[in-house]
């Protein structure tokens, strides 16, 4: 089997569950290939689905719908609030130690969708918009 590698696309599912559940595992999507941050340290973004709450008080700009991932079987959303620039190494140890569970990739035209609301979300912190922006745009060399 192939080790689980955070690059774009890839999901695993991360223990951040309530005080009172702290082992319930929410699903992450890396959203960018391993890069340099501002400080010269190699990071990838990285932004969790949560289920869509009773109180239907959520942050719309991306909806997950049940089958659109494996892992995805309520609809849900992606918390853009809780983004996050994370060690790719670090990710990639607590796969390999069992603490975090490697999941499919996100297929790529629900992973468009979730870019895409990564710029409209009111939510999204303008520094990991840029990290993302600067990340993955192209430059003139290529």
Not at 10 to 27: C, M, N, Q, Y
Request: net charge negative; hydrophobic share 35%.
């Amino acid at each position: 089997m192939m080790a689980w590698m955070a690059s774009r696309r890839a999901t695993v599912l991360i223990p951040s569950g309530p005080a009172h559940d702290p082992d319930r595992k929410h699903l992450h999507i890396v959203l960018t290939d391993p890069s340099k941050d501002k400080d010269g340290n190699v990071r990838v973004l990285v932004v969790n689905i949560c289920k869509i709450p009773a109180s239907n008080l959520y942050d719309p700009s991306c909806t997950l719908f049940p089958g659109e991932h494996p892992f995805v079987v309520e609809q849900s959303y992606v918390s853009y609030q809780f983004l996050q620039l994370s060690d790719p190494t670090h990710l990639e140890q607590k796969v390999a130690e069992g603490t975090f569970v490697a999941k499919p990739l996100m297929d790529q035209k629900v992973f468009e969708y979730v870019i895409e609301g990564l710029r409209d979300s009111p939510l999204t912190d303008p520094r990991y918009l840029l990290f993302f922006e600067n990340t993955c745009t192209p430059t003139n060399n290529q």
